[in-house]
């Protein structure tokens, strides 16, 4: 079994900082792309930036230059640094990662962890 165990939010006045940590552990042979997706109520959960194992990254436009995601593979471990934070940022922010337990990777997710931003 692998568990994702978040944390890190929290609340936070506009142009602000938090980092979001989020570690993997279980019968982990490796892990594939890490990411973080946020989520407010009545909308979808969206994709806010991810990371493949060698280190390549990709986010969501509104956070460019804005966030930064990394991960320490030694540690199964995944960060999301978030600066200059806005009030829009406010979500729930969830961990993924795809883990190859046995022969294909599957997804797991963690708990979530709020963020809020007060302007």
């Known amino acids: 079994q692998v568990q994702l165990v978040e944390s890190g939010g929290g609340l936070v006045q506009a142009g602000g900082s938090l980092r979001l940590s989020c570690a993997a552990s ?45 991960r320490d593979n030694a540690k199964n471990t995944v960060y999301l640094q978030m ?6 940022d406010t979500a729930v922010y969830y961990c993924n990662a795809n883990v190859v337990v046995r022969i294909v990777p599957l997804s797991y997710w ?10």
Not at 83 to 88: A, I, R
Not at 110 to 119: E, I, L, N
Request: proline share 3%; net charge positive; hydrophobic share 30%.
């Open 26 to 70: 279980g019968s982990i042979l490796r892990i594939d792309l890490m990411g973080w997706y946020r989520q407010v109520p009545g909308k979808q959960r969206e994709l806010v930036a991810v990371i493949s194992s060698g280190g390549t990254t990709n986010y969501l436009d509104s956070v460019k230059g804005r966030f930064t995601i990394s």
């Open 83 to 88: 600066n200059s934070l806005k009030p829009e």
């Open 110 to 119: 963690g708990q979530g962890t709020q963020v809020t931003v007060s302007s």
